[in-house]
């Protein structure tokens, strides 16, 4: 019985540590970039479509290359 209990605690205890630690090693989603503002530069534009693009790639996973990629 002792055993089963401690066996509990370290499990409880390893969880709680994972998901503390979660958010500190970079897990999950990357975060969307953030829209410029409406007097945004063309330059800052093309910036934020091409994060936005390789945001959504990372979400989405490897893909057959395009004309558009080479």
Same mark, same amino acid.
């Given at each position: 019985?002792?055993?089963?209990?401690?066996?509990?605690?370290?499990?409880?205890?390893?969880?709680?540590? =994972?998901?503390? /630690? #979660?958010?500190?090693?970079?897990?999950?989603?990357?975060?969307?970039?953030?829209? %410029?503002? $409406?007097?945004?530069?063309?330059?800052?534009?093309?910036?934020? =479509?091409?994060? /936005? #693009?390789?945001?959504?790639?990372?979400?989405?996973?490897?893909?057959?290359?395009? %004309?558009? $990629?080479?």
């Amino acid at each position: 019985m002792a055993a089963a209990r401690r066996c509990l605690s370290l499990l409880l205890l390893s969880i709680s540590v =994972a998901l503390l /630690l #979660r958010p500190l090693l970079g897990a999950g989603a990357p975060l969307e970039p953030v829209y %410029p503002s $409406d007097i945004a530069t063309p330059e800052q534009m093309v910036q934020r =479509a091409a994060e /936005l #693009r390789r945001s959504i790639n990372m979400l989405t996973g490897p893909r057959a290359l395009s %004309p558009m $990629d080479l």
